[in-house]
């Protein structure tokens, strides 16, 4: 690895990368909502990691806690082949969560954009980006079935000849307990 790559691990995107950052994750927000979920895939790599942890509230001093680890209990643990799999799903008529389907709107803010350290996300390079934003998804279904989600994520994106893609994306929300019926939305 070069001097000059070295040097911008770990560092801020500059100003034409963060804003191409956005407009993918905007472009992400409208697939999503105009439930275009196989135009969606395509915006994700094939060796994906998608994964929501549960979260439970903890005192200040066992905080380190309160997200699940991997291996436990997860909203999502899935690769794009799963994800693939429940479009399909969706597609087909049989999930009955989503007939008829939801109306969703994802606000995504608070980008923030940085050049991967390879020592830390080994495979992965600094011409990939890590990137955190946030966002607030506002779900609706049938007459009254009103949720919303808001959280973090936490995104590697990788580019590639045809743009970028996301390669791994963690997923916090904020509420540890859901009260929605169930949780049939991409985040």
Do not use: C
């Not at 899935?78 to 429940?86: I, Q």
């Not at 973090?152 to 509420?175: E, F, P, Y």
């Amino acid at each position: 690895m070069s001097t000059a790559t070295e040097s911008r691990a770990g560092t801020r995107a500059d100003r034409d990368t963060h804003f191409e950052v956005e407009q993918f994750y905007y472009e992400e927000a409208d697939l999503l909502d105009a439930g275009r979920y196989a135009d969606w895939l395509d915006l994700l790599a094939d060796d994906l990691d998608y994964w929501m942890p549960t979260r439970t509230n903890r005192l200040r001093r066992q905080q380190a806690l309160s997200v699940a680890a991997r291996g436990e209990a997860a909203f999502y643990d899935e690769s794009k082949e799963s994800l693939a799999w429940r479009v399909r799903r969706f597609d087909s008529g049989m999930a009955w969560a989503e007939d008829p389907p939801s109306r969703t709107r994802h606000l995504i803010g608070n980008v923030l954009a940085r050049h991967v350290d390879p020592a830390e996300h080994p495979g992965f390079t600094t011409d990939d980006l890590l990137v955190r934003s946030v966002f607030l998804v506002y779900r609706n279904r049938l007459e009254r079935e009103e949720n919303v989600f808001a959280g973090s994520r936490t995104d590697i994106l990788r580019r590639t000849g045809n743009g970028l893609q996301v390669a791994r994306r963690t997923i916090l929300l904020d509420q540890n307990i859901l009260l929605a019926k169930n949780i049939s939305t991409f985040f």
